[in-house]
T-cell receptor, first 114, second 111 residues
Framework: EADIYQTPRYLVIGTGKKITLECSQT?????MYWYQQDPGMELHLIHY???????EKGDLSSESTVSRIRTEHFPLTLESARPSHTSQYLC?????????????FGPGTRLLVL | GQNIDQPTEMTATEGAIVQINCTYQ??????LFWYQQHAGEAPTFLSY????GLEEKGRFSSFLSRSKGYSYLLLKELQMKDSASYLC????????????FGPGTRLSVLP
């Protein structure tokens, strides 16, 4: 069973607020990811990290930022939330990038911006 | 560029067999993964293929043909709990070894 956690699970917030979505994993995985998924749609990679002090943007343009100061922690921040940010945000981690090293997903954060 | 196609929805009867197809176009193929995602939940890993052929794992089997850019997931003896979305994902060498996900196939299993 994967040990990857996200908080909060649900968040309703007003436009313009700053929010941070937390993601932690206890598996010691180097690589971590943030995906955005609208209902019934595919996952889009918005950020990823190869390890501590590494952050990269994914294929979906996002106004969010991430940091990776510790291996186990990969928070995502929105400086000023807008209704267009309403979505589900999924964090994932993997041990590496070869072979059968799959991604383990957290439970997700459902964000609603009013 | 990368492109992954799957049927949007499928319906099958409890106890039956269903095949979910996935076609892909990538420039640096490094493995194909299938995930199951129940509504409102996170995806969970089902299978991994990097060589051609069929791999069986209990009620679930996965097939890969790299030359055709084609995979399928075969679900046997369907159960109601198999109602979920099934995501096909390709790991791309030319994309930082990241995963490109298909749109998912929503499977409904009817009694």
């Amino acid at each position: 069973e994967a040990d990857i956690y996200q908080t909060p699970r649900y968040l309703v917030i007003g436009t313009g607020k700053k929010i941070t979505l937390e993601c932690s994993q206890t598996m010691g995985h180097d690589k971590m990811y943030w995906y955005q998924q609208d209902p019934g749609m595919e996952l889009h990679l918005i950020h990823y990290s190869y390890g501590v002090n590494s952050t990269e943007k994914g294929d979906l343009s996002s106004e969010s930022t991430v940091s990776r100061i510790r291996t186990e922690h990969f928070p995502l921040t929105l400086e000023s939330a807008r209704p267009s940010h309403t979505s589900q945000y999924l964090c994932a981690s993997s041990e590496g990038t070869s072979g059968q090293e799959t991604q383990y997903f957290g439970p997700g954060t459902r964000l609603l911006v009013l | 560029g990368q492109n992954i196609d799957q049927p949007t929805e499928m319906t099958a009867t409890e106890g039956a067999i269903v095949q979910i197809n996935c076609t892909y176009q990538t420039s640096g193929f490094n493995g194909l993964f299938w995930y199951q995602q129940h509504a409102g939940e996170a995806p969970t890993f089902l299978s991994y293929s990097v060589l051609d052929g069929l791999e069986e794992k209990g009620r679930f089997s996965s097939f890969l043909s790299r030359s055709k850019g084609y995979s399928y997931l075969l679900l046997k003896e369907l159960q109601m709990k198999d109602s979920a979305s099934y995501l096909c994902a390709v790991r791309e060498e030319n994309y930082g070894q990241n995963f490109v996900f298909g749109p998912g196939t929503r499977l409904s299993v009817l009694p």
